[in-house]
C-alpha cells in the first residue's frame, strides 16, 4: 500500500473496510470512515468511492468527532 501523506486516491486503498452512519441516506451522499494499517483514518465521499481519500491522524479526527458531538458545527446546517 502506497505511504499516505495527506491524501491519496481511494482506489488505491485495497484491502481496507470503509464505513458510514447508519444516518446516511440512501442516495448515496455519505461520508465513509475506514482506519489504515498504520492506525491512520481515511475519509471519502461515497459519490466518489474511486475519488481522493483524505488521511487523518486518529487524533485529529477524535478532535472532529468531539467537536460535532458538542454541537460546534451546527451552524454549517444553517442557512
Given at each position: ?16 473496510v ?19 494499517p ?29 467537536g460535532v ?11
Amino acid at each position: 500500500m502506497p505511504h499516505a501523506y495527506n491524501g491519496m486516491a481511494a482506489k488505491d486503498l485495497q484491502g481496507v473496510v470503509w464505513r458510514k452512519s447508519r444516518f446516511s441516506n440512501s442516495q448515496g451522499t455519505c461520508v465513509e470512515l475506514a482506519k489504515l494499517p498504520d492506525g491512520d483514518i481515511a475519509v471519502r465521499n461515497s459519490r466518489f468511492p474511486e475519488g481522493p481519500a483524505l488521511v487523518y491522524t486518529p487524533a485529529e479526527v477524535e478532535a472532529m468527532i468531539l467537536g460535532v458531538k458538542a454541537g460546534e458545527f451546527d451552524d454549517l446546517l444553517r442557512p
